[in-house]
T-cell receptor
Framework: AQSVTQLGSHVSVSEGALVLLRCNYS??????LFWYVQYPNQGLQLLLK??????LVKGINGFEAEFKKSETSFHLTKPSAHMSDAAEYFC?????????????FGQGTELSVKP | GAGVSQSPSNKVTEKGKDVELRCDPI?????LYWYRQSLGQGLEFLIY????????KSGLPSDRFSAERTGGSVSTLTIQRTQQEDSAVYLC?????????????FGPGTRLTVL
């Protein structure tokens, strides 16, 4: 069965500091991996995804993530945090193209950015 | 263009009452998903529709929960005899088709409170 683990339910960084949000997954088949962001009282918005090809993927708002098969990880990074990055971030996995595409989510990481 | 819409945005009901939650997906999207977001359980998959059929209902927590989709478009999630543990935000998402690599677009959610 698939599962996703996000290390740290809450991460706090200073404005301008590196953002690192950790995600590890378990999947019996090559996974598709996603990072979504949720701003307060809003729905989820896709930041980036890995399907095939290049393992370093770039997304919106300066975020990027690297798929590391050997480590079963898909950590999210941003070189310099902005106040507007404060939100909750969810890592998710889906299995292949023939399973209906349902997403299995991690528990989420709330990012706080201090001035 | 229009995104995924959900109604109502908030619903307060008494224990034991039935509720209906509505989702309008993006036009042309054949796949539709329902998820539940609660403090204790995080983001959980409930059900997946491809067209008007539901090939994956594995996430529905009990037989009090049901969903339908008509005309390959609007979907309704019905919860009968609501319980306090049903209190959560119910999110709807749609994607172009049910293949796992496609982005799911989320609506703003319906916040359900069961008193």
């Amino acid at each position: 069965a698939q599962s996703v683990t996000q290390l740290g339910s809450h991460v706090s960084v200073s404005e301008g500091a590196l953002v690192l949000l950790r995600c590890n997954y378990s999947s019996s088949v090559p996974p598709y991996l996603f990072w979504y962001v949720q701003y307060p009282n809003q729905g989820l918005q896709l930041l980036l995804k890995y399907t095939t090809g290049a393992t370093l993927v770039k997304g919106i708002n300066g975020f990027e993530a690297e798929f590391k098969k050997s480590e079963t990880s898909f950590h999210l990074t941003k070189p310099s945090a902005h106040m507007s990055d404060a939100a909750e971030y969810f890592c998710a996995v889906s299995e292949g193209d023939n399973q209906g595409g349902k997403l299995i989510f991690g528990q989420g990481t709330e990012l706080s950015v201090k001035p | 263009g229009a995104g995924v819409s959900q109604s109502p945005s908030n619903k307060v009901t008494e224990k034991g009452k039935d509720v209906e939650l509505r989702c309008d997906p993006i036009s042309g999207h054949t796949a539709l998903y329902w998820y539940r977001q609660s403090l204790g359980q995080g983001l959980e998959f409930l059900i997946y529709f491809q067209g008007n059929s539901a090939p994956d209902k594995s996430g529905l927590p009990s037989d009090r929960f049901s969903a339908e989709r008509t005309g390959g478009s609007v979907s309704t999630l019905t919860i009968q005899r609501t319980q306090q543990e049903d209190s959560a935000v119910y999110l709807c998402a749609s994607s172009l088709d049910g293949r796992g690599h496609n982005e799911q677009f989320f609506g703003p959610g319906t916040r359900l409170t069961v008193l």
